[in-house]
């Protein structure tokens, strides 16, 4: 049998019980990696381990809320005592409230912050340490296109803060360079996931599959994406063959961000 592309890589993926970062736990598992699911959601996390081991790979989940710092310390303690090292971090975990900007709170925007900046912060601070003292290390932070590149109305805390992550990406990437350290960013555009699913009725559609296919129109290549293909990306960037990339944005949304109108 071939070589699996991450045979006994221990990757961390945050956010993994539901949407892509679940894609990328299973991904990940299957070409070998040792997989480390962190989320709030215990009961999910429970079902997505025991599905990772009953296909024949390693699985150990952690109830991790990652704007806690300290639970995130706590959680990574653990996993270096118990598998020696970290080579893989995907920060996947955050928050996509849609509201106007006038009628956003402060609550909700400190929320946003938390999670999505706060939380890739807290979880690259907790691993970078042994991946320098390797010199070995990949970083793969899940941004969007939402912010970095587009924006739409009502999502002005989430742009700002996946622009926040975008630069974060570059300039930690240079911090670390010199150590062998790979950090890069994942752009999603539109993808198939539990959460776009969950906005069917309120587009007044009675079905999540005709709700996903009529988004899915306005994409070039027809469709939405879904969470194996995030996983593929993933993958890749956490693998030997992007050894030479580092500090850079993957945009991954069927072409559409390409469009001038549709």
């Known amino acids: 049998m071939d070589r699996q592309v991450l045979q006994d890589r221990v990757a961390i993926i945050t956010g993994a019980a539901r949407g892509l970062g679940e894609g990328i736990a299973r991904a990940m598992a299957r070409e070998g990696a040792r997989t480390v699911l962190f989320s709030r959601t215990v009961a999910l996390l429970e079902k997505l381990a025991k599905d990772i081991r009953d296909s024949g790979q390693a699985a ?14 706590r959680a990574v303690g653990e996993v270096l ?25 402060d609550e909700l925007l400190d929320s946003v912050i938390d999670t999505n900046i706060k939380g890739v912060f807290n979880c690259t601070r907790a691993v970078l340490p042994g991946m320098i003292e390797r010199r070995y290390g990949k970083i793969v932070n899940i941004s969007s296109v939402t912010g970095p590149r587009v924006s739409n109305q009502g999502l002005s805390v989430y742009s700002a803060s996946k622009g926040a992550v975008s630069g974060f990406t570059k300039s930690i990437a240079l911090e670390v360079a010199e150590h062998g350290i790979n950090v890069n960013a994942i752009l999603p555009g539109s993808f198939d996931t539990p959460m776009m699913r969950s906005m069917a009725a309120s587009r007044g559609f009675d079905s999540e599959d005709a709700y996903i296919k009529e988004v899915g129109k306005e994409i070039p290549l027809g469709r939405l994406g879904t969470m194996d293909e995030a996983g593929d990306l993933a993958v890749f960037l956490a693998s030997e063959a992007s050894k030479y990339i580092t500090g850079t944005e993957i945009i991954i949304d069927g072409g559409n961000i390409i469009q001038e109108h549709k």
């Open 81 to 105: 005592s118990r598998f020696g090292r970290i080579d893989i971090l995907v920060n996947n975990a955050a928050v996509a409230p849609s509201l106007p900007f006038l009628e956003t709170s």
């Open 60 to 73: 150990v989940y952690f109830p991790v809320d990652v704007t806690d710092a300290g639970q995130v310390n």
